[in-house]
């Protein structure tokens, strides 16, 4: 079973809309990680959150975190052409240090519409 | 200031044959990790290379080893290439934060791509 689920899958928007992309652990997370990926080429890192109830915010993307550490959200206000791509989240079980590694959900499809 | 930095960028090989991509980490970073994704899938980790030595593995069979040199750049080698070995293969590395409750934001290169024809 995915340990990652992301939903929508894809979605399409019109410039100027608003858009939330959802992230569901069955478990605990570390750390949660948004990364942003063009088709075909390597991922960008957005943000991470580390906390229960946990916000950030860069330009127009805000990413939460829940109290429980099992859900995240990351919100796209007055999307852009520029905010297209393939949106991952990336948790971290582990807590860190040497064992350290990212177990990724399998990604939304942005297409934003000018 | 360079990011992370892989060769090829695109490779086409058949099966049973093998392959080695190589990855040169950010500067400052000791840590390189390996990951593969397939088309419509997120990255899959592969395998951690930390001090020259493997120090993590995901599910992936023995066909699919690496190294780390003193320089903390990195190889993968898949051995016996089959069709389903097929898929984008991503370098990310880090600077290992022994703390448990570190956090390490991993720099992924642009990967390879792999055709197994």
């Known amino acids: 079973s995915q340990e990652l689920e992301q939903s929508p899958q894809s979605l399409i928007v019109q410039e100027g809309k608003n858009l939330t992309i959802n992230c569901t652990s069955s478990?605990?997370?570390?750390?949660l990680y948004w990364y942003k990926q063009k088709y075909g080429e390597g991922l960008i890192f957005l943000m991470m959150?580390?906390?229960?109830?946990e916000e950030k915010s860069h330009e127009k993307i805000t990413a939460k975190l829940d109290e429980k550490k099992q859900q995240s959200s990351l919100h796209i206000t007055a999307s852009q052409p520029s905010h297209a791509g393939i949106y991952l989240c990336?948790?971290?079980?582990?807590?860190?240090?040497?064992?350290?590694?990212?177990?990724f959900g399998k990604g939304t499809l942005l297409t934003v519409n000018p | 200031d360079a990011g992370v930095t892989q060769s090829p960028t695109h490779l086409i090989k058949t099966r049973g044959q093998q392959v080695t991509l190589r990855c040169s980490p950010k500067?400052?970073?000791?840590?390189v990790s390996w990951y593969q994704q397939a088309l419509g899938q997120g990255p899959q980790f592969i395998f951690q290379?930390?001090?020259?030595?493997?120090?993590q593995r995901g599910n992936f069979p023995d066909r699919f080893s690496g190294h780390q040199f003193p320089n903390y750049s990195s190889e993968l080698n898949v051995n016996a290439l089959l069709l389903g070995d097929s898929a984008l293969y991503l370098c990310?590395?880090?600077?290992?934060?022994?703390?448990?409750?570190?956090?390490?934001?991993?720099?992924f290169g642009a990967g390879s791509r792999l055709t197994v024809l």
């Open positions: 990310a590395s880090s600077f290992l934060d022994r703390r448990a409750s570190g956090a390490n934001v991993l720099t």
């Open positions: 478990k605990t997370l570390y750390g």
């Open positions: 959150l580390q906390k229960g109830g």
């Open positions: 990336g948790a971290d079980r582990s807590g860190g240090g040497s064992n350290y590694k990212l177990t």
């Open positions: 500067s400052g970073h000791d840590t």
């Open positions: 290379y930390y001090e020259e030595e493997e120090r």
